[in-house]
């Protein structure tokens, strides 16, 4: 993206108040020191080592990057995956009966002291710091008629007083892995990695990231996806199952974010999901230097595709860019041809996000821990002459469609995120 188009882009970005002191205000969202985990930093620094040593040895070689040497980078696959224990919370655990005595400090802040309100077969007690719900409906087991309503879905099988809900809005209160209310949207991403699934409100303005604990994969053998297996002596752990040994346990960890810090978290049981009125989840799991067809969605949009305007927002400029028309939203451009089909998808706000949490104003090394290896790296230059890295990653099922994240080769901060279906080099063309 060089001369006129790259030009043209900075006039675009302008117009939509992307200048860069946004940009430095985005990316303090994510690095600011203050706010940076410890995991987060020890990531960091494995990857800026790596990424060291790898210019260092081509160097001498004189053949340019050694993308082999990134895709070795610390990434998140080696985070532990989800397991019972990121849904305790002190003495109280999601799917098993409320202790007789609750943390002093915790259930005040959580439940109050005050009557929980009913609501069919739960009660919820609501405190300062948010609130839990827990299942006062038949107890567990009951009579063989309640069994065979149950087999039909239609009661729980849940043991008197089992926490169903857990919801979070105080920033004292941590999660297992050390993420509370208030911490940055990266933080999220480097202690659990890229979410299963997310939506957003656009009404709130808020973005859910929502990971899943299913324990049926405890018997998915895939090393790279499933680290850490909950089995003893070829036997289940009785911990991972309801009280119903045929139903496994499925729950969800939600990150709720408003301007790209944590707003709340909530632990959800899977038999309540649907009762809750939240929409249907089909979890995707990612793993770094493996890219599926799943990754080149941009806030839905894909590229090659007819494109279909988004009746809930309102467009907010159109014209043309490389060659094709454009239409920009709040936080989305996309470019289509003649054909009325998707050539291209651009973030320009980073409450727009990548299927794997990652948006303008990042640092580099969050998207090489969540994607990893790039398929190729290319130098550019910005319209103010900036120096940049083009972080090239290809479909592998499909010769038409490029993830494109344009970084600052001086302050390793992504400036543009960009689905094509063309590669950087040919787009000026």
């Given amino acids: 993206m060089k001369g006129l188009q790259r030009k043209q882009l900075g006039l675009v970005l302008g117009a939509l108040l992307l200048t860069s002191s946004v940009l430095g205000a985005d990316a303090d969202l994510v690095m600011d020191a203050s706010d940076t985990w410890a995991p987060e930093r020890a990531a960091i620094n494995k990857m800026a080592v790596r990424l060291a040593e790898s210019l260092e040895e081509q160097k001498s070689a004189n053949a340019g990057v050694d993308l082999t040497a990134i895709g070795k980078s610390y990434t998140a696959d080696t985070l532990e995956p989800l397991n019972m224990k990121d849904f305790h919370l002190h003495d109280f655990t999601l799917g098993m009966p409320e202790p007789a005595l609750i943390d002093e400090s915790l259930r005040p802040a959580l439940g109050g002291n005050k009557m929980g309100q009913v609501t069919g077969d739960f009660t919820t007690y609501t405190g300062d710091s948010g609130s839990f719900t827990i299942y006062t409906g038949p107890a567990y087991p009951a009579t063989e008629g309640a069994k065979i309503l149950r087999k039909e879905g239609l009661t729980y099988s849940y043991r008197p007083k089992s926490v169903t809900n857990i919801h979070i809005t105080a920033s004292d209160i941590e999660t297992e892995r050390g993420v509370s209310v208030g911490k940055s949207r990266g933080t999220v991403l480097f202690a659990y990695g890229a979410p299963q699934a997310m939506w957003r409100d656009l009404k709130k303005g808020t973005v859910s990231l929502i990971y899943s604990f299913d324990s049926r994969k405890i018997f998915v053998k895939n090393k790279q996806e499933f680290s850490v297996t909950v089995a003893k002596d070829n036997k289940v752990d009785t911990a991972v199952l309801n009280p119903d040994k045929n139903q496994p346990i499925t729950h969800y960890l939600v990150f709720t974010l408003k301007d790209n810090k944590v707003n709340a978290i909530d632990m959800i049981d899977g038999q309540v999901w649907g009762q809750l009125r939240l929409p249907a989840v089909t979890p995707q799991y990612y793993q ?104 090239t990653y290809k479909n592998p099922d499909s010769a038409y469609s490029y993830l494109l994240f344009t970084v600052g080769e001086t302050d390793n901060f992504i400036k543009s995120v960009m689905l094509s279906d063309r590669p950087n080099k040919d787009l000026s063309k």
Avoid at 333 to 350: E, P, Y
Avoid at 372 to 387: H, R, V
């Fill in 288 to 391: 770094a230097n493996h890219l599926t067809d799943e990754d080149f969605s941009l806030m839905g949009y894909r590229v090659n595709t007819p494109f279909v305007a988004d009746q809930n927002e309102q467009w907010q400029q159109r014209g043309f860019l490389y060659g094709d028309e454009f239409i920009a939203y709040d936080d989305m451009l996309i470019g289509f041809d003649k054909h009325q089909t998707v050539a291209r998808a651009m973030i320009t706000k980073s409450t727009a996000l990548t299927r794997r949490g990652i948006s303008i104003g990042d640092s580099k090394y969050l998207l090489l821990y969540l994607y990893g290896m790039p398929s190729t790296i290319e130098t550019d230059t910005g319209a103010n002459g900036e120096p940049l890295m083009v972080y």
